[in-house]
């Protein structure tokens, strides 16, 4: 018996458009969860969702001038709640910068100059992540332990380590074997990870540290030759099938030139995924699991806005061939949790601490204020 896992970020768009709520998260993780509800396999397969918790901070901010925020709201939560109650799993993802977009005549201002953790200060980061992570688990049956960067701006770890671990964090799934990116504003370097199925650290998540306080679960790691990424831009330009239309109907972030070169031009190693026709590349990306790490868990990772009817059926085919892998959620790794961190959790008490501190941050007084 294998384990596999899903994690999915579970967001609207942050480009020139920011996408629905109904279109980018709601419909496709409904799509997704009937599908594997009607396949044909031994187990019971379960997802895991990694909330982007800010959002929904922010939609309880605003919520009060524009009450269609709080329907939104109310309906993610109705969603979470189900799921829950299902066995799936909900966990923890930030993108900050909605603590500095507005609304404005039915739509999002989109403001990005804060996009990763670090760039708030060390305060409003402690206060974002223990609120996010009490507010999901509102929805939540289970515990919410492990997170997944925004954008995977995990690093320098030390920044953001005593904020996770104060809300009661220990794990972390954001780190892939040779993951790079070299765009200065959304910068990660996971080279140099330890090739193991998962590993302990403390303030570097690349060098294992038996002590530390928090256990890598890495992303499987996925070779993409340029051949895929020729066929994926022909695809885009010139396929109309509707199988590959992402459900998603926002705009992403216009990433890095060089990105976007590179990719065609080179063999890349990005996460195994299900995002769009990367859905395709399932069964390779299985093959390469089972060669690299075949004592770890295969762990899969995706957006409910970026996926397609297309990549939930070979997600179903592949399970239904494989009636050896069990799809489980995050909850079966509870196990992993490190000796050394079972003491009682106590993320009220350095919140209440913070409320004695001067609160300095203008925004940060608007999204908590
Ligand atoms: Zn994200």
Not at 143 to 162: H, N
Not at 163 to 172: E, F, K, Y
Not at 183 to 198: M, Q, T, V, Y
Not at 224 to 241: E, H, Q, Y
Request: glycine share 6%; with cysteine.
């Amino acid at each position: 018996m294998s384990l596999m896992l899903l994690g999915l970020d579970y967001e609207l768009f942050f480009g020139q458009r920011t996408g629905s709520v109904e279109h980018c998260m709601l419909h496709p993780t409904e799509a997704l969860v009937a599908a594997l509800e009607a396949a044909n396999t031994r187990h019971s397969p379960k997802i895991t969702l990694f909330v982007d918790a800010c959002y929904l901070l922010r939609l309880k901010q605003l919520e009060r001038q524009h009450p269609e925020l709080q329907l939104r709201r109310s309906a993610i939560q109705r969603q979470l709640n189900q799921l829950s109650r299902k066995g799936h799993s909900i966990q923890l993802h930030i993108h900050p910068h909605w603590l500095d977009s507005d609304y404005r005549d039915g739509s999002w201002i989109t403001d990005t100059n804060r996009y990763r953790l670090h760039d708030l200060d060390a305060g409003e980061r402690t206060r974002l992540i223990i609120e996010s992570k009490q507010l999901l688990e509102e929805c939540s049956e289970a515990d919410v332990f492990a997170y997944r960067a925004g954008g995977w701006c995990l690093q320098p770890f030390d920044q953001i380590a005593d904020a996770l671990s104060d809300a009661g964090i220990w794990m972390d799934s954001t780190v892939y074997a040779d993951g790079l990116s070299e765009d200065p504003l959304r910068w990660f370097d996971f080279r140099g990870a330890p090739d193991k199925p998962h590993w302990t650290f403390d303030t570097n998540p690349l060098k294992e540290d038996e002590q530390g306080r928090f256990v890598e679960l890495p992303i499987s790691q996925q070779q993409v030759s340029p051949l895929f990424f020729w066929r994926m831009a022909w695809l885009k330009k010139f396929g109309n099938a509707d199988d590959i239309k992402p459900f998603g109907d926002g705009a992403s972030m216009v990433a890095h030139s060089a990105y976007y070169l590179e990719r065609l031009t080179r063999h890349s190693a990005g996460p195994a995924s299900i995002d769009g026709i990367k859905g395709d590349l399932l069964e390779d990306a299985w093959q390469q699991h089972c060669s690299d790490n075949p004592a770890g868990y295969f762990n899969v990772m995706g957006h409910p806005k970026a996926l397609t009817q297309r990549s939930i059926t070979r997600l179903v085919e592949f399970l239904e061939r494989h009636q050896d892998v069990e799809l489980v959620g995050f909850e079966e790794l509870e196990h992993l949790k490190p000796e050394q961190l079972n003491t009682p959790e106590m993320p009220q008490l350095v919140l209440n601490q913070l409320e004695e501190q001067p609160k300095v941050h203008q925004p940060l007084k608007r999204a908590f204020g």
